[in-house]
């Protein structure tokens, strides 16, 4: 039987910005808000894959999801990560819980493989990806705040 299909629950914005995949996010979400992530998203890599590029996700609200969808976020990430992905640089925005859910999204990226970190600015954010951009084969971790 055909699981039902529920409404996407969290909100999305990505965009593009040079070698940058800009993803804005809130939640809390559900699979079908990771699953409509998963289509909008292929499109924007395959304009950027052509060579390294970076993601920067800006995350606010509870930005958490089921183990369903946290499996599924694995997968995605993996599938960018073979399209090229460098890095992701990661800000929570404005969070009560950020301890909680830098720990939930941090194993999110060690199981799907990326490098990745955690930034309190944009700014910072930015600036480390354009280092890790410039120097692909650095596939080192770093834990800023």
């Given at each position: 039987m055909p699981?039902s299909?529920?409404?996407?629950h969290?909100?999305l914005?990505?965009?593009i910005e040079?070698q940058?995949?800009?993803?804005e996010?809130s939640?809390?979400?559900?699979l079908?808000m990771?699953?409509e992530y998963?289509q909008?998203?292929?499109g924007?890599?395959?304009?950027?894959?052509h060579?390294p590029?970076?993601s920067?996700a800006l995350?606010?609200?509870?930005?958490?999801v089921?183990p369903?969808?946290?499996?599924?976020?694995v997968?995605?990430i993996?599938?960018a990560?073979a399209?090229n992905?460098?890095a992701?640089?990661?800000?929570?925005?404005?969070?009560e819980?950020?301890?909680m859910?830098?720990?939930f999204w941090?194993?999110?990226?060690i199981d799907?493989?990326?490098?990745?970190?955690?930034?309190a600015t944009?700014?910072?954010?930015?600036?480390w990806l354009q280092?890790v951009l410039?120097?692909?084969?650095?596939?080192?971790?770093?834990q800023?705040?």
């Amino acid at each position: 039987m055909p699981k039902s299909k529920f409404p996407a629950h969290g909100s999305l914005r990505l965009s593009i910005e040079g070698q940058l995949l800009i993803i804005e996010g809130s939640g809390p979400a559900n699979l079908e808000m990771v699953q409509e992530y998963q289509q909008q998203v292929m499109g924007l890599r395959k304009q950027i894959m052509h060579a390294p590029w970076g993601s920067l996700a800006l995350l606010s609200g509870t930005p958490l999801v089921s183990p369903e969808a946290k499996a599924l976020f694995v997968q995605v990430i993996k599938q960018a990560k073979a399209m090229n992905l460098q890095a992701t640089a990661v800000v929570l925005i404005e969070m009560e819980s950020a301890e909680m859910v830098r720990q939930f999204w941090q194993e999110i990226y060690i199981d799907s493989g990326v490098n990745y970190a955690f930034f309190a600015t944009i700014v910072e954010a930015r600036n480390w990806l354009q280092t890790v951009l410039k120097n692909p084969t650095n596939n080192i971790n770093y834990q800023a705040s």
